[in-house]
């Protein structure tokens, strides 16, 4: 087998996927285009009804050439370049995200009329790979900016927040609800009324701990949206929750050491071409990982990447065969959402090819662009 070699099972995905329109019937799920952009995932995700979220210009032109409706698309990223704005509002992009005087106006000018989605600032939840604080404002700007989109011939459509990635406390959409009430209260008050919660991402798939059930974040979601002042339409923007669990990472051991008292294990894939999440989160998320000799006598080891980074590894002590040697093979689940989409050829190395999966056929298998 050539390796790495990211397997993604579509039947997976879409389970996910119509798993969250089981739960959340009147919420549309618009897919983060940028956790998984692989055109085979895109195609089944639109093949069952999806929606999509984008990042780019670029992001809209994959979508296009696979025949989704432009009208549909959200435009969640609050600060965009300007050529961006104009190819995606030509293109028929209608719903863009901002967050400053500066975007609104950058919208005005190559986005006219379009909807503005005001993006919330949400406070730190304690999610697996959280917000920096890079987007969003409070609810007081959030009024000053929508009440500005309006004088600027834009329509103030909708309100948006994210609780961070890999949200493990369902109770995290709890204040960020509470603070979308507020806004459209004060809203009330200068004759705007919204269209649009965007409930954004962070609902969590299986890495070391099984993540509470969906209906758990459904209910919370539920009781902060019955309480706002009236009804609107609501969206949510999952990516690792839809593509995470499909997709399953082989490597090649390509070498072992004992150093320190510790045993690595060398693979070919590490952090720089297809597990950067290792990096941003500390090591803390728990790929489960197996391997081709499946010995009953087991040990434990550090697994790193092919590079000569010293941070390029992937995970601290975990259990494998003891007499796992060269050539073998590893085995790291979870691995769709994030892993090909960050990759590089730092060094040299190759990023994983796709594979592609549907009732137990290989459908496809190509190399990732990057």
């Given at each position: 087998?050539?390796t790495?070699?990211?397997?993604?099972?579509?039947?997976?995905m879409?389970?996910?996927?119509?798993r969250f329109?089981?739960?959340?019937?009147?919420?549309?799920?618009?897919?983060a285009?940028?956790?998984?952009?692989?055109?085979?995932?895109?195609?089944?995700?639109h093949?069952v009804?999806?929606?999509?979220?984008i990042?780019?210009?670029?992001?809209?032109?994959?979508?296009?050439a696979?025949?989704v409706?432009?009208?549909?698309?959200?435009?969640s990223?609050?600060?965009k370049?300007?050529?961006h704005?104009?190819?995606a509002?030509?293109g028929g992009?209608?719903s863009?995200?901002?967050?400053?005087?500066?975007?609104a106006?950058?919208?005005?000018?190559s986005?006219?009329g379009?909807?503005?989605i005001?993006?919330?600032?949400?406070?730190?939840?304690?999610?697996?790979?959280?917000?920096e604080?890079?987007f969003?404002?409070?609810?007081d700007?959030?009024?000053?900016?929508?009440?500005?989109?309006?004088?600027?011939?834009l329509?103030?459509?909708?309100?948006?927040?994210?609780?961070?990635?890999?949200?493990l406390?369902?109770?995290?959409?709890?204040?960020?609800?509470?603070?979308?009430?507020y806004l459209?209260?004060?809203?009330?008050?200068?004759g705007?009324?919204l269209?649009?919660?965007?409930?954004?991402?962070?609902?969590?798939?299986?890495?070391?701990?099984?993540p509470?059930?969906?209906e758990?974040y459904?209910?919370?979601?539920?009781?902060?949206?019955?309480?706002?002042?009236?009804?609107?339409?609501?969206v949510?923007?999952p990516?690792?929750?839809?593509?995470?669990?499909a997709?399953?990472?082989t490597?090649?051991?390509?070498?072992?050491?004992?150093?320190g008292?510790?045993?690595?294990i060398?693979?070919?894939?590490?952090?720089?071409?297809?597990?950067?999440?290792?990096?941003?989160?500390?090591?803390r998320?728990r790929?489960?990982?197996?391997?081709?000799?499946?010995s009953?006598?087991?040990?434990?080891f550090?697994?790193?990447?092919?590079?000569?980074d010293?941070?390029?590894?992937?995970?601290?002590?975990?259990?494998?065969?003891?007499?796992l040697?060269?050539?073998?093979?590893?085995?790291?689940?979870?691995a769709?959402?994030?892993?090909?989409?960050?990759?590089?050829?730092?060094?040299?190395f190759?990023?994983p090819?796709?594979?592609?999966?549907?009732?137990g056929s290989?459908?496809?298998?190509?190399?990732?662009?990057?």
């Amino acid at each position: 087998m050539r390796t790495p070699v990211l397997v993604m099972d579509l039947s997976v995905m879409e389970a996910a996927y119509r798993r969250f329109t089981a739960v959340m019937p009147s919420t549309a799920v618009h897919y983060a285009t940028k956790c998984n952009p692989h055109r085979d995932v895109l195609a089944a995700l639109h093949s069952v009804g999806c929606g999509f979220e984008i990042a780019s210009a670029r992001e809209l032109d994959e979508l296009i050439a696979l025949g989704v409706d432009p009208s549909t698309v959200l435009y969640s990223n609050p600060v965009k370049p300007e050529a961006h704005v104009r190819a995606a509002h030509a293109g028929g992009v209608r719903s863009f995200a901002f967050d400053s005087m500066e975007e609104a106006a950058k919208l005005a000018a190559s986005a006219p009329g379009c909807n503005a989605i005001v993006r919330l600032a949400a406070p730190s939840g304690r999610s697996s790979v959280p917000s920096e604080g890079k987007f969003g404002v409070d609810p007081d700007s959030a009024v000053r900016l929508l009440v500005e989109a309006r004088a600027r011939g834009l329509c103030p459509f909708g309100v948006a927040f994210h609780v961070g990635s890999q949200m493990l406390r369902p109770k995290a959409w709890r204040s960020p609800l509470l603070a979308v009430r507020y806004l459209m209260d004060r809203l009330d008050d200068v004759g705007i009324r919204l269209q649009l919660v965007d409930l954004g991402g962070g609902f969590p798939a299986r890495y070391g701990d099984t993540p509470p059930p969906l209906e758990r974040y459904a209910a919370v979601i539920q009781r902060g949206l019955k309480a706002l002042p009236y009804p609107v339409q609501t969206v949510i923007e999952p990516g690792r929750a839809i593509v995470a669990e499909a997709g399953t990472l082989t490597a090649t051991v390509i070498g072992t050491a004992v150093r320190g008292g510790k045993r690595w294990i060398h693979l070919d894939v590490g952090a720089f071409n297809g597990l950067m999440e290792s990096l941003e989160t500390g090591n803390r998320l728990r790929f489960p990982v197996s391997d081709s000799r499946g010995s009953t006598v087991r040990d434990r080891f550090h697994l790193t990447g092919p590079t000569c980074d010293s941070q390029d590894t992937i995970l601290f002590d975990v259990e494998l065969s003891a007499d796992l040697a060269t050539g073998d093979l590893v085995h790291i689940a979870t691995a769709g959402a994030y892993t090909t989409a960050y990759a590089s050829t730092f060094n040299g190395f190759d990023v994983p090819a796709v594979s592609c999966i549907a009732g137990g056929s290989r459908t496809t298998q190509r190399l990732i662009e990057i």
